[in-house]
């Protein structure tokens, strides 16, 4: 998108073909991924984690709706805010497509996409990811 800017650097990227993938981390000593990439392995207390593309399709693991904005928040309500769980072995909080939680079941397929939560002072859209 090219009127875009992500909601904050280092999250998510975007592969040659358009498909997008959060960035995650993966531990150097014990194997295991994170999300958000952090310096430190949450897991083992390493400081060797190593930049990871996480796996853009999950499970749905757990969910809501959220139908009243936190403070601070510029995009619309209600929207869907779930636990999706990916191959790699970890659950990633994020906002799903879907706000209507009566649609949603536990094991349920999901897909990355990046997607406009608000317009900044320059008109451009900023993106997130959530999971469809």
């Known amino acids: 998108m090219p009127d875009a800017t992500a909601i ?3 999250l998510f990227t975007t592969e040659a073909d358009g498909a997008p993938r959060l960035i995650g981390g993966r531990c150097q000593s014990c194997g ?13 207390g390493a400081d060797d984690v190593a930049e990871a593309l996480l796996s853009s399709q999950g499970t749905l693991w757990a ?26 072995g970890l659950r990633v909080l994020a906002r799903l497509t879907q706000g209507d939680p ?8 999901v897909r990355l996409q990046l997607v406009p ?12 990811w959530a999971f469809a």
């Open 8 to 10: 904050h650097e280092g």
């Open 32 to 44: 295991r991924h994170q999300f958000p990439r952090s310096s430190l392995c949450p897991h083992c």
């Open 63 to 88: 969910w809501t709706a959220v139908t009243a904005a936190p403070p601070g928040y510029r995009g619309e309500v209600p929207y869907g805010f779930g636990v999706v769980e990916l191959p790699e």
């Open 102 to 109: 009566t649609k949603l079941r536990f094991g349920q397929e």
């Open 117 to 128: 939560l608000h317009a900044d002072d320059e008109g451009r859209d900023v993106l997130t």
